[in-house]
C-alpha cells in the first residue's frame, strides 16, 4: 500500500501545526481539528495563542517564545488547548523553528490521562510538602521559643517566624503590659506612635475580632480609612493580625504585612494562630518563671523581701550613700519573748504573731525605707538618707509598732522588741562593707538586749571600723 | 542603560537589542535574582514577596556602578520595577522606556487587565507541570541545541533556567500586583512602548499606562507578540533611539 503523505499528514497521530514567523497559524491537521472540535477557518488563519486557555497563553508568552527564540525549539511542553466546546484539551507540545523568526512546525499529543494523574500526584505531593513545612516552621518556633527567657525575646521570635512563614514585608507583635500595648518585636511600618491612640487593626483584634485579614487598598481603606495613606506611605498593601492569648486572655497581636494584595488560605491563617499559641504558652512560661524568681527574694510568711533581696537592696543603698556622700542607717529589729510563745502556744501562733508585727513595721517605715525579714523573728531595715536622729525615731516608731498588744493572745502574753542601728555618714571614697555595717547594727541590738529588753541602741561607726 | 528582563526568562531576552546601543551608551544588563545566572541563595521570599523587593536591587545596581542620567529600559513585570524605582528616587534616571507594561494583569470593576485570578492559578499549574518531576535544585528548562551552536554552551546554562519553587513565587508577585496608582507618581520622561496583539498586556492596558503617566509618549510599535526583544528588536531599538532623540 502506497502511503500518501498528505493522508500522513492529515490523520497523523497528533495534531500537527504550521504558523509563519509571526505567530498566523498556516496550516492545520485534521487531526488537530477534530481534537479542538474548531472549523479550519477558526484555526487557519488565527494567531497561534488565541488557541490556548489564558493560563496557556501566559506561559507561551513568557516562557515558550522566548525559548523557541533563542533555542530554536521547545519540546515536551504542557499545555491546554481551548476546545471549541469551551472545554480544554490538555497536550504535550514540541515546536521547532528551523530559521529564526522563520516558520514553526508544532506537534501535539494528547496527555489528559497522564496530565490528571500528574497533578493528583503533584497534589498530593505539594499537600505533604505544605503540611510538613508547617509542622518544621512550628517546631523552629517551638525551639525558638524555648530559648528565650524574656517576653520580649517571645515577641521576637514570633514576629520572625511568621514573618517567614508568610513572607510578610514586614511582622510585628505588639504585647500588652500595664494594660498599654507596645511594640515588643519584629518591626511595625507604622511604629507606636500610630497604633495607641487610634483604632487600628491591632486594638480592633485585640477587643475582640481575634483574627483581622485585609486583602488588599481597597479593604485597608474601607476598614481604616485613616490608615490608608500611611500604610501606602510604608508600601502595605496587605495584612493579617492575630490575637496572642496567655492562659486564655489576651495578650497581643501579631501583625504580618505584606507589600502586594494577599490572600491568605485557611491553611495560613490556621499555621498562624498555632504559632500565636506556642507564642503565648511561651508567656506563661516566663511570667511564671518571673514568679518564681520574685517567690526566691521573698519571705514567704510575712511577704515580706528576705535575706537574699534585703542584702543586695543594702549593697545598692551603700553605694549610692558613697557616690552621693549621704546618710544611711541600717535598722536590726530582734522580737523579746517570741521563743516562748513559739514554744508555748505552737508555731501557727507564732507565724501569726510574725506576720502581724511584719504588718505593723511595714507601716511605720517611711516609703523609701526597705524592710524585710531577716530571718527566724529578726527584721531589718535599710533607710536611705537617714542621719541618726531620723534613724532614731523609726526604731522608736518600730518599738512602738511591736510592743502594741497582740490580736487574740492570752493575758500577759506579748512582744517587745531589742533594736540595734548603725547610722553611718561616708565622707570620702572610701569602701563601704555591707557585711560591716549589718555586724554593727547587729552588734547594737544585742547590746540593747543586753542592757534589758524593749530598747534602742545606735552606734556610728567610721567607714574604716566596718570591716 | 539599563535592561531589565521581564518574567520567565533572563537578560538574554535583550541579546538582540543590545548591540544598538553599545556604541554610544554605557549598557548594563542583569539577570533579577532568582533569574538566569543569579545568586539563588540571595531569593529572599520576604524581600521578594512584592516588586519594592525588584526595585531596591535596581537602585542598588545604579547605586554601586555610580550610574547617573539612567535610561531604564524594563520589559513585562520589570516596566513596573523600573515605575517603582523612579518614585522612589526620581535623581538618578533620565529616562524610562516601558516595554510591554501592565500594572494589573487581573480584571478589576471597568479595568481590564486581560486575565482572572483563575487564569493565574492556571498558570501556576501550567508552570507546576512543565517543572513536574525536576529536582527543586537549579534545572535548565531547555539544555543545549547543537543545531545553534552561537549560543555556546556557558550561555545554555545559565539561560532561561530557573528553580521552579521561585519561578512560582515569581508569577504570583508578578501577575497578584497592582501598581495602577503608582503611575500618577512618575516623574521622568517615560516612553510606552506597545505591540500589537500582545497577549499578556492588551493595547488598551499600554494606553492606560499612557495616559496615567504625565507626559509621557506611546509608540505603537509594527510588531505583534509580548516579546519584541526578540521577535522586532530592530523596530524596538529604533522606536527607542527616537525617542531618545
Known amino acids: ?59 507561551v508568552e513568557t516562557r515558550f517564545l522566548p525559548v523557541l527564540r533563542l533555542e530554536g525549539s521547545v ?38 490521562q497522564r496530565r490528571d494523574y500528574e497533578r493528583e500526584l503533584l497534589q498530593a505531593r505539594r499537600a505533604a510538602e505544605r503540611s510538613e513545612s508547617g509542622v518544621r516552621m512550628l517546631q523552629a518556633a517551638a525551639t525558638a521559643f524555648a530559648d528565650t527567657v524574656t517576653r520580649q525575646g517571645v515577641a521576637d521570635a514570633l514576629a520572625d517566624a511568621a514573618g517567614r512563614a508568610f513572607d510578610a514585608a514586614q511582622s510585628a507583635v505588639l504585647l500588652l503590659e500595664n494594660r498599654e500595648l507596645g511594640i515588643a518585636g519584629g518591626s511595625h511600618p507604622l511604629g507606636a506612635d500610630a497604633l495607641l491612640d487610634r483604632d487600628g487593626p491591632e486594638l480592633r483584634v485585640l477587643r475582640g475580632d ?50 502586594r494584595p494577599r490572600q491568605l488560605t485557611r491553611e495560613e491563617l490556621d499555621l498562624q494562630a498555632s504559632l500565636c499559641r506556642l507564642a503565648g504558652q511561651a508567656l506563661t512560661r516566663i511570667a511564671l518563671q ?33 557616690a552621693e556622700r549621704r546618710a544611711v542607717a541600717l535598722i536590726f529589729v530582734d522580737l523579746d519573748g517570741f521563743k516562748a510563745i513559739n514554744d508555748e502556744l505552737g508555731h501557727a501562733v507564732g507565724d501569726r504573731v510574725l506576720a502581724e508585727v511584719a504588718q505593723r513595721l511595714s507601716q511605720v517605715v517611711r516609703r523609701s525605707d526597705t524592710i524585710g525579714r531577716y530571718g527566724g523573728d529578726e527584721f531589718m531595715v535599710i533607710c536611705r538618707g537617714a542621719n541618726p536622729r531620723t534613724a532614731r525615731a523609726i526604731a522608736e516608731r518600730l518599738a512602738g509598732a511591736v510592743r502594741a498588744p497582740l490580736a487574740d493572745m492570752p493575758p500577759g502574753v506579748g512582744v517587745t522588741a531589742s533594736i540595734g542601728v548603725a547610722a553611718l555618714h561616708p565622707s570620702g571614697e572610701e569602701f563601704l562593707s555591707a557585711d560591716g555595717l549589718v555586724a554593727a547594727a547587729d552588734a547594737a541590738m544585742y547590746a540593747a538586749k543586753r542592757e534589758g529588753r524593749d530598747g534602742i541602741r545606735i552606734v556610728e561607726p567610721s567607714p574604716a571600723e566596718l570591716v | 542603560m539599563l535592561f531589565a528582563h521581564g518574567f520567565g526568562c533572563s537578560q538574554e531576552m535583550w541579546r538582540h537589542v543590545v548591540p544598538g546601543f553599545a556604541e554610544d551608551h554605557r549598557v548594563v544588563l542583569f539577570d533579577h535574582v532568582g533569574a538566569g545566572g ?56 533620565g529616562a524610562l522606556v516601558l516595554v510591554g507594561p501592565s500594572p494589573r494583569y ?25 517543572y513536574l518531576g525536576w529536582s527543586s535544585a537549579i534545572a535548565p ?40 496608582r503608582d503611575l500618577e507618581e512618575v516623574t521622568v520622561p517615560t516612553l510606552v512602548i506597545q505591540t500589537r496583539e500582545d497577549a499578556i498586556a492588551p493595547t488598551s492596558v499600554g494606553e492606560y499606562v499612557h495616559e496615567r503617566i504625565a507626559g509621557s509618549a506611546f509608540t505603537l510599535l509594527d510588531a505583534t507578540g509580548h516579546t519584541p526583544n526578540l521577535s522586532e528588536p530592530g523596530k524596538l531599538t529604533e522606536a527607542i533611539r527616537a525617542f531618545l532623540s
Not at chain 2, 112 to 127: A, C, H, K, P, Y
Open chain 2, 106 to 130: 487581573i480584571d478589576d470593576g471597568d479595568y481590564r487587565g486581560g486575565f482572572s485570578r483563575t487564569d493565574i492559578e492556571g498558570l501556576l499549574d501550567t508552570l507546576d507541570a512543565n
Open chain 2, 141 to 180: 528548562i531547555i539544555t543545549g541545541n547543537a543545531d545553534r551552536p552561537e549560543l555556546g554552551e556557558e550561555l545554555t546554562e545559565s539561560f532561561c533556567r530557573t528553580d521552579p519553587e521561585i519561578a512560582g513565587h515569581f508569577a504570583r508577585v508578578t501577575f497578584l500586583s497592582d501598581n495602577r
Open chain 1, 1 to 59: 500500500m502506497a502511503a500518501d503523505p498528505g493522508e500522513l499528514y492529515e490523520h497523523a497521530a497528533c495534531g500537527l501545526l504550521l504558523t509563519d514567523g509571526g505567530g498566523i497559524v498556516q496550516r492545520a491537521n485534521r487531526t488537530f481539528l477534530a481534537w479542538t472540535g474548531h472549523r479550519r477557518d477558526e484555526v487557519e488563519g488565527q494567531r497561534f495563542d488565541s488557541l490556548l486557555t489564558a493560563a496557556g497563553r501566559l506561559f
Open chain 1, 290 to 322: 518571673e514568679t518564681l524568681r520574685e517567690l526566691a527574694l521573698q519571705d514567704e510568711l510575712t511577704g515580706l523581701p528576705n535575706r537574699a533581696l534585703l542584702r543586695g537592696r543594702l549593697v545598692e543603698a551603700l553605694a549610692e550613700a558613697r
Open chain 2, 38 to 93: 543569579s545568586q539563588l541563595d540571595a531569593y529572599d521570599r520576604r524581600k521578594y514577596d512584592t516588586l519594592h523587593g525588584y526595585a531596591d536591587d535596581i537602585l542598588e545596581i545604579i547605586e554601586a556602578l555610580d550610574l547617573q542620567d539612567v535610561v531604564y529600559v524594563g520589559h513585562s513585570v520589570s516596566a513596573m520595577m523600573g515605575v517603582l524605582a523612579a518614585i522612589r528616587d526620581p535623581s538618578r534616571f
Open chain 1, 210 to 259: 481575634d483574627e483581622l485579614v485585609l486583602s488588599d487598598p481597597a479593604e485597608v481603606e474601607a476598614s481604616f480609612p485613616h490608615l490608608a495613606a500611611p500604610l501606602r506611605r510604608a508600601r502595605v498593601e496587605a495584612l493579617s493580625a492575630t490575637l496572642v492569648r496567655e492562659e486564655g486572655k489576651a495578650a497581643g497581636v501579631l501583625t504580618c504585612f505584606f507589600g
Open chain 1, 75 to 112: 519540546h515536551e511542553l504542557a499545555l491546554e488547548l481551548r476546545r471549541a466546546d469551551g472545554g480544554s484539551l490538555t497536550v504535550l507540545m514540541n515546536a521547532v523553528a528551523a530559521v529564526p523568526d522563520g516558520p514553526v512546525h508544532i506537534a501535539v499529543m494528547k496527555a489528559t
